[in-house]
């Protein structure tokens, strides 16, 4: 294994990225005197009102994780049975990089659907749902999404609508695995809820967005997941000191500062794609938020990974994945650019 120690993470994830100070001075903020723990504190009811209020949802719970793989583990295993199936794309992070635990956590199946790059239409749903009521197979009961993409796509507007819809009209749960839902907001230009159609129940990303660490489930019809918090206390995931969690929330997403952090991101992935093809790199899926898949030869890729930190996300592919936040500069981009020039 090449020894990385000094390349660049600028573009290896958005989890790489820095924590941002406006969440690093929130922290410091909320440390003072002592606080109800467990979320019964005064900060994470305020975080919890402002989550509901960007997302438009008032009934809505709100729950917090450390993680996003927890976030996606509480809302799945509370809305299913262990005879249960859970749909996903052929790309999913819960499919693929949970190591099992929406399984494990669940007893459900996870199934996969094909998909463009995690985008998924309907009809994919119809011939999932045509086996329910027969006993040698698994119920299908939710679906999940995710705005945007692994694969760096967003679903549009009336394509979210329109899929959420349909799983709804064949009596399937949606949860959106929102991750990195503020790119997708941005990236779409729209009101949070516009971004996750009529979706139940929402991962929200705040680690990706430059917290320190932090992702909420935004519960929008609890009646399906009544069991939630006793989820999220089993899997070590009801914080004692919750509001330092809570608190980050609070501060990105005050006046819509959240956003900002994803469009400049977004911005970046652009600026970075622009470049890149016109180095004469073929990207391999459009740059629609804060990711950029691009073809790298095999020799181009192990150079390049002598000096920068950049994940394949499959081993058997070309392609390599470079992702931008919150903290990624012009010169960052062009520095990547100027060393992919040479090993052009
Ligand atoms: C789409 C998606 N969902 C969920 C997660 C899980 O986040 P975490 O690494 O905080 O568990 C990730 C992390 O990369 C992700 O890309």
Redesign the pocket.
Known sequence: MADVSSASAAFA?D?AAPAHPKALDALQQVNDGSAPSYGADPVTRHAADALRAAFDSPDAEVLFAF??????IIALASAVQPWHEILCSDVA??LL??AGGPVRLSGAQLTRLASDDGLITPDELDRRVARRGEVHHSQPRIVTI?QS??NGRVWTVPAIAEFVDHAHALDLLVHV?G??VANAIAALDVSPSEAIGDADIV?V?G??NGMLFG?AVLVRRPEHFSGIHFVQKQIGHLASKHRFVAAQFLALLEDGFWLETAAHANAMARRLSTGMTALGFQLASPVDANEVFVNLDADVHHSLAQCYVVHRPDLGEPVVRFVCSWSTTDSDVDDVLATLRELR
């Open positions: 994830s989890n993680t996003g793989t927890a976030a996606n992070h819960v990089d949970e995710t993409t692994e695995d991750s990195r991962t990303g680690t990706k992702d």
